[in-house]
């Protein structure tokens, strides 16, 4: 390993967002940095994403007037996360999360704003800010990109009509048919779509615009991404790692990498053999929205290395809609009145508005695979589902795939999916009883200002409570589906590799989804997947630096 031609100082392995940034902090520092990818596009899994990130403290929260202090963050995080979190890894996140998103915004085009009004997961709960914590790149002109756009990954949902649509107009989109801000919302994105074509510029928005902006903000400071580039191994020279193996134009290529390595992969998701290991039946690869080449490489790499690993059972859950064309990752439909969730017996098992990966975790506790959320015309009348507008029918396509099933009466649906019909009918007189109220007395679903938010503010007395009564009526299967999987190799607060033993692998760092979480089990906020992996990877490049660029 000594031409010179493949001698960098730091190489990190994946272009998310974790990599990215850790590349674009090496580089304001003065190093040497190269990013290889495994795919022929950048941005993994945070391209396809919604974009949010939970950022603690930041300076956008504060000009946007955002209540929240240090103290109230780490209250709210070791709360929900527990003694398996590291105490050293919360506190540096939290105090370095500010500093991460100033550095973005002065060394790339990004600029955020505050997702006003999305709660953190868990509001009621100490230092949880029921207004929220999370912001999102705004919409970002894709010419930042130059030729690179072609090389951006695509969305996991396209938009229809090529609009630009970010998280906060998401909210109020499903809602166009219920509320006058949803009509409103609706108006101003096709507005921001006609203008854009007027002009003839493409908006980026949600996980595309992070994405493209960090690409730009590499392109700027002059760092090689290397494309159709996988990690094959590491290279260590008396226990250091010093360097890659990489397959380059089809064949082997050593890469030095004078000060280290960092792994930013992504997780497991879409390796078989990986996921049956380490997570519960029934578990596979084709339930999971995560980026295709997201097989654990980096993972792999540093276990052959004595890694150790945590968290591997866990992933980014969600309960989806196994379509067709694949999973279909559900947030708003759950949560909005006149649905609810049930099991193959016919009975609820979970707040069927409760954080997406809590609701999961119902799932697989209780042996609650597959569900069915059912719903009947007046949801389907009011509300968007998976894209489709309201009062848009189902398509054939997906009665024939099995992810939809309709009857006329709710005994009727109950045999069409195999279910009892005495059970789903008792199930569905006591919840509308309970939409009656307002009040859930089995699982409290719409006592949060989490479980408002995707919620129906016109619907009263519970903006997530409605009666399911109105023929004909809907079974759609819902799967354990996730954005990734969680678990990683451990590190320590300077993003460092670790052995069981607690020792560190020198040169060797890693941050994202392949690495273990600092948010444990759980998940904090909404973006609280990709604001530590953007911290992660800024504390690895500091590290690197020797906080010369801090």
Request: proline share 8%.
């Amino acid at each position: 390993m000594t031409s010179a031609a493949t001698e960098f100082d730091v190489v990190v392995a994946g272009a998310g967002a974790a990599g990215m940034t850790a590349a674009l902090v090496a580089a304001r520092a003065g190093l040497r940095a190269l990013v290889v990818e495994k795919a022929g596009t950048f941005g993994g899994s945070t391209a396809r994403s919604g974009g949010g990130v939970w950022a603690p403290n930041n300076n956008v929260l504060r000009a946007a007037g955002v209540p929240d202090t240090p103290r109230s963050a780490l209250t709210y995080l070791a709360h929900i996360t527990g003694p398996e979190v590291p105490d050293e890894l919360r506190r540096a996140f939290l105090d370095h999360a500010p500093a991460v998103i100033s550095f973005l915004q002065a060394n790339t085009p990004l600029r955020f704003g505050w997702v006003r009004g999305y709660p953190d997961y868990y509001p009621e709960a100490p230092g949880g800010l029921p207004m929220g914590r999370s912001i999102e790149a705004r919409p970002l002109d894709a010419r930042v990109l130059g030729t690179e756009r072609a090389h951006l990954a695509p969305p996991y949902l396209k938009a229809p009509n090529g609009m630009a649509i970010t998280q906060a107009d998401y909210r109020w989109m499903n809602l166009m048919a219920r509320h006058p801000r949803g009509m409103l919302r609706t108006a101003r994105v096709a507005g921001r779509r006609a203008i854009s074509l007027l002009r003839k510029r493409e908006l980026l928005t949600m996980g595309q615009a992070l994405a493209a902006g960090l690409r730009a903000g590499l392109t700027g400071a002059g760092v090689p991404v290397w494309l159709d580039t996988p990690l094959v191994s590491l290279h260590t020279e008396a226990g250091r790692v010093t360097g890659v193996v990489v397959l380059r134009d089809g064949e082997p290529l050593p890469v030095r990498a004078l000060r280290g390595v960092v792994l930013t992969t992504g997780g497991f998701e879409h390796n078989e053999r990986m996921r049956k290991e380490y997570q519960a039946e029934p578990i596979g690869t084709e339930w999971t929205v995560g980026a295709p080449g997201n097989t654990g490489d980096g993972i792999e790499a540093g276990l052959r290395l004595g890694a150790a690993v945590g968290v591997m059972d866990d992933a980014w859950w969600g309960p989806s809609v196994p379509l067709p064309h694949g999973p279909y990752f559900c947030l708003a439909e759950r949560t909005l009145p006149g649905c609810m969730v049930v099991n193959q017996a016919g009975a609820r098992f979970v707040n069927e508005a409760a954080p997406y990966v809590d609701a999961v975790h119902a799932m697989y506790d209780g042996a609650n695979i597959p569900a069915w959320l059912i719903a009947d015309q007046r949801y389907r009348n009011r509300y968007v589902f998976a894209g489709l507008g309201p009062r848009q029918p189902f398509p054939r396509r997906w009665y024939a795939h099995g992810a939809v099933h309709r009857a006329g009466t709710v005994e009727d649906l109950a045999a069409a999916i195999g279910m009892p019909a005495e059970s789903l009918r008792a199930t569905v007189d006591r919840f509308n009883t309970f939409a009656d109220t307002g009040l859930d007395k089995d699982f409290h679903r719409g006592e949060s200002r989490y479980d408002h938010y995707y919620g129906d503010p016109r619907n009263r007395p519970n903006p997530c409570l409605g009666r399911i009564d109105r023929p004909p009526f809907y079974a759609i299967r819902i799967v354990p589906g996730d954005l990734g999987t969680k678990g990683g190799l451990r590190t320590d607060a300077r993003a460092r590799v670790l052995r069981p033993d607690g020792s560190v692998i020198e040169g060797l760092y890693a941050a994202g989804n392949a690495s273990a979480p600092v948010m444990g089990h759980t998940y904090a906020g909404p973006g609280a997947t990709l604001g530590p992996a953007l911290v992660f990877g800024y504390l690895a490049a500091l590290d690197l630096g020797d906080d010369t660029c801090a």
